[in-house]
Nanobody, 124 residues
């Protein structure tokens, strides 16, 4: 079992920044990659970013490339999502997820543990 707890969401104006954190605990030795997804009201959950647990490879959705950065702190068992130049369309609940699969996992079914989510609201 892996427990994931997100934090750092909130209300921000367009153009602003937020940093989301995901604290992982439990059997994290089974995690090969971590990812961030988001879900806006009335929409399907969508991939945002992923990072290999070793931290040596990352991949982003086109909609956030160049604005968001995923990173990890191996010593603290944490994964971060730095979000800059936020837009109203970034408004969503953001979820951290753990995958046992090596590689760049962009589909939700590739992840087996999920956090409870943290809300990000970007005002115009």
């Amino acid at each position: 079992q892996v427990q994931l707890v997100e934090s750092g969401g909130g209300l921000v104006q367009a153009g602003g920044s937020l940093r989301l954190s995901c604290a992982a605990s439990g059997r994290t030795d089974g995690s090969a990659a971590m990812g961030w997804f988001r879900q806006a009201p009335g929409k399907e959950r969508e991939f945002v970013a992923t990072i290999a647990w070793t931290g040596d490879s990352t991949y982003y959705a086109d909609s956030v490339k160049g604005r968001f950065t995923i990173s990890r702190d191996y010593a603290k068992n944490k994964v971060y999502l730095q979000m800059n130049s936020l837009k109203p369309e970034d408004t969503a609940a953001y979820y951290c997820a753990s995958s046992p699969r090596y590689g760049l996992n962009i589909r939700s079914w590739e992840y087996d543990y999920w956090g409870q989510g943290t809300q990000v609201t970007v005002s115009p």
